[in-house]
């Protein structure tokens, strides 16, 4: 809740700079473009990045899985995981055992982009010229927020 003096204008509530919900828009934002150029030599996009990490750590989910994962929809994943595929990436096969739901692996290829990739947590923590401890307590902050926001 932003800080309201009695003597404030009602209007300066509405200040976008006084507002949560903008900082985290802004920064989220300014985030995907740090990622851009560390990202533009795998040929991915952050949303594909970010399915990618979760495939590093488990080879084989089903999309229902990685969506919730991710906390996206599946109209939203499909389509990643569809140009995902087609860059050779991953392999979408129905499950043999439930043909509703559809498995998601890493191809050759996409367990050697992890490879690629590895420097890239630690160029972005370069970039944000932040102590380790300073990070950490940021993501726990930001993870707090986000599960009061999203409870399950």
């Known amino acids: 809740m932003p800080d309201a003096s009695p003597t404030s204008p009602p209007d300066d509530l509405l200040s976008l700079d006084r507002q949560l919900c ?3 828009y802004s920064a989220s934002l300014a985030m995907t473009k740090l990622y851009k150029p560390l990202l533009a030599p795998l040929g991915l996009t952050y949303p594909q990045y970010l399915v990618m990490m979760v495939l590093w750590e488990h080879a084989d989910l ?3 899985d990685l969506g919730k ?17 087609a860059a050779g990436l991953v392999k979408r096969q129905r499950d043999q055992e439930d043909e509703r739901r559809v498995r998601i692996t890493l191809t050759a290829t996409g367990q050697t982009l992890k490879e690629q990739a590895q420097g890239i947590p630690l160029a972005v923590g370069c970039q944000l010229d932040m102590k380790s401890q300073e990070l950490v307590s940021l993501r726990t902050t930001l993870s707090h ?6 409870p399950t």
Not at 69 to 85: I, V, Y
Not at 145 to 150: F, G, K, S, V
Request: proline share 3%; glycine share 4%; net charge positive.
């Open 22 to 24: 903008f900082a985290l």
């Open 145 to 150: 927020l986000r599960d009061r926001l999203n």
């Open 62 to 64: 089903t999309v229902n």
């Open 69 to 85: 994962r991710l906390q996206l929809d599946s109209g939203t994943l499909t389509p990643l995981l569809k140009r995902l595929e």
